[in-house]
């Protein structure tokens, strides 16, 4: 199909405007554990330590907080949902610079459980808005997004609490995160195709109808994916630090991130998908011998490019294969267990670096996520092998017939 793929995506309705206001509700968002790092260490005069139980506290409010936020969904639309969480979320950031330390640990926790959950909706209602047969184009731009949006936000957090204050940094996220919010809620994007809006008088789908060893799989995945992408950013910092070069911090990991953006616009042209266990592997393999490198930034940023050039596709594959899995009624719990899953994958990927650095030397925080994505997709294998001729867990008569009983909250 090539680029006339990706044309063809966003010449339907409503996709661009999607897109475009997910990648403004998501610059926000990837900009929360610089600005809290900034606040707590410069502002508070705490330590780093304490920086990062905050964004712990509001990792694990998000993880927890993204599927049921996707079950609510489901029941009740997409709108209530949005806009209790930019309502919620924006009065955090306002009010979190004013808080003192121990009440802003406890209401991060809150502020995560409460995030607008702009990874998962877009997903979502790309899910609902685009056929099957162009869906891998849909989330290749999708992934893009996110590659841009953590290219800017990070970058855009310094930049205010540098320039002028991380509290600034703090009230610019309440605000962005406000604007984007009301956006999506306007826009209203829906969560479910025309065929697959439910019929009234059925209800909702048992979790042990759906949530199966091929969807286990497909979560087990995306959360390595994303450990060996968080184990790398921390083992990229250790190794520039310890050659004197960490200035180039920056420009090295923004050139990983472009590589990523390449590699997936290259995906979603290829006339066949991938499988997201095979790209996995692909990753793990490419990020286990980077650390040979050493620590000068130009080797450095060459050796990260080819593993670099497998994130978005890998993430796409992921995406792309719980929204094939999951039926339509429970497809919001579904990608919210998905966004979990990769927060989960990012919270344990660094520690896990970091705690190899510590003990062996920065190159070896590569190898570790590495092998430890190796060894997950190794798992995986079998029972992605195993499920592989099915598409979905459930066809339509199946789903019909398990919604013959009550809803239960």
Known sequence: MGLRGYGSVLRLRGVFALLLIGFLARVPITATTMAITLHVTDEQHLGYLQ???VGAAMTVGTALGSPLLGRWADRVGIR???????????????????????WLLCAAAVGGLLTLPAFSIVRQALTAMVPEGRRRQAFSLDAMTVELSYMTGPAGAVLLASTISPSVA???????????????ALLNPPIRADHEK?????????RRAWLRPPLLTAYAIAAASTLVLGGTDVATVAVLRDGGEIRWTGLVLGLWAAASLAG?????TLPRPLGAVGLLAGLAVLTIPVGLAGDTWWLLALALIPAGALCAPTLTATT??????APASVRGE???????SLTVGMAIGAPLAGAVIDAFGGGWGFAAVGIAGLLIAAAAFPIVARHRRGSTLLDEDAERALTAQPIKA
Do not use: N
């Open 170 to 184: 703090m009230l610019a996220i309440g605000g962005a995160l406000a604007l984007s919010a009301a956006l999506m």
């Open 264 to 268: 997936g616009f290259v995906y979603g």
């Open 80 to 102: 209530p949902v949005i806009v209790l969480t930019g309502v919620a979320g924006s009065a955090f950031w306002l009010l979190s610079p004013r808080l003192p330390y121990t």
């Open 334 to 340: 579904a990608l919210g267990l998905h966004g979990s």
């Open 320 to 325: 792309e294969q719980v929204s094939a899995l």
């Open 198 to 206: 439910p019929v009234a008088g059925t209800v909702r789908l048992p």
């Open 51 to 53: 920086a990062g139980l």
